[in-house]
């Protein structure tokens, strides 16, 4: 039963409970759908006494012609059913799933038992077979009864599994949006150490210019950086709210814009040890490739004024925009009269404000450098 568990939250480990499983029933072959195929999803599936092709073969021909769990058998969740009596007096012996699937694995079509585990909107979605072999064991009272002691335990099991493994694809899928902004999420503990970074907060520390990691953990560039930034931080933490600093760099890049917060849902409080804390943080040097379509369907810009209002809107002056697309200064204001226009705003504040609140800064992933 500890093997189920430990299953449950290393996915890694359901292959070595199922062996052990499949010993403890005299050598059955078994097979556990964690999640059963359907016509949109393979499901997921772990074996032993059945080959990876079969298993494979099950899901992509069989799933929908498996005699034992026709619609038409309707089988009770959480049962163990013989499936012989699943049969009855069907034949087996011109059926596709037999034939192709059974007969050359050498499984015998009576003797075994077959469970749905779990229904998900009334089909089945955990469920498990186990088969007796040509030539193997027979599976006794003994095997009835240990299978009906270990269903309850395997059913909770496959129940936190599936709920870790959607939280686990929601957290990929946040992840994901995060890595597509243009701006870097730390989280850091009260000493300091990272505990997550985005892709951004990565290539920022690549960097090394602004913000790095040191021996005291995450850390400002310089003493007046790092004295900065481990003050808001121990303020953020005692409950001061949030604090915004800038954070000087090398040469003419101009400073980091870093936000310091409370993570939604975790209360400041500085007698928590654990308590963690984010950092958000904004490189006025990064901008990322003009989302030319989205600017065009959004505010019916032309592709000149599209990549115009994506520069300016990362703060370049009339004079840069010029240098960057090579044209003349008076071209650019006479774009940003269109720009204007179109956008609905009268200043380049107002754009700028436009631009980073619409989900364009989502639309791709951002450039480095």
Known sequence: MERLYDAAV???????????????LRGAAVLLHLRFPHADDPGCAVACGIGPTYVARYSAEFAANDPFLEPACDI???????????????????????????????????????????RHREQPHTTLHVFEKWGGSRLDKRAVDL????????????????????????????????????????????????L?????????????????VGNDGLQGVGPDGAAALAAAIEAVRRGSGDQVLR??????????????????GIA???????????????????????????????????????????????????????????VRIETVRAHLKQIFDKAGVSRQAELVRLLLSSPIVLAQPWARG
């Open 10 to 24: 290393a996915p890694g480990l359901w292959s070595d409970a199922i062996t052990h499983l499949a010993a403890a």
């Open 76 to 118: 009770a969740t959480g049962a163990v059913v013989a499936m012989g009596d699943v049969l009855g007096a069907k034949d087996l012996s011109t059926n596709p799933f037999y034939e192709h699937w059974m007969q050359p694995q050498r499984l015998l079509p009576t003797g075994g038992f077959v469970s749905v585990i779990t």
């Open 147 to 194: 299978l009906r002691a270990l269903l309850p335990h395997l059913r909770r099991a496959a129940v936190i599994s599936d709920a870790l493994q959607q939280e686990s694809a929601r957290r990929q899928a946040l992840e994901h949006l995060l890595n597509r902004g243009p701006l870097a999420v730390f989280l850091v503990d009260p000493r300091r150490q990272v």
């Open 196 to 212: 997550s970074a985005n892709e951004q907060a990565k290539y920022l520390l690549s960097l090394g210019d602004g913000i790095e």
């Open 247 to 264: 954070l000087s760099r090398q040469g003419e890049r101009r400073a980091l814009m870093v936000v310091v917060t409370q993570p939604p």
């Open 268 to 326: 400041a409080d500085a007698e928590v040890p654990a308590t963690p804390v984010a950092l958000i943080v904004a490189d006025p040097e990064q901008r990322g490739a003009v989302p030319i379509a989205h600017l065009q369907s959004l505010f019916g810009f032309t592709p000149a004024e599209a990549r115009a209002a994506w520069l300016i809107g990362h703060g370049l002056r009339i004079d840069e925009v010029a240098g960057r697309l090579g």
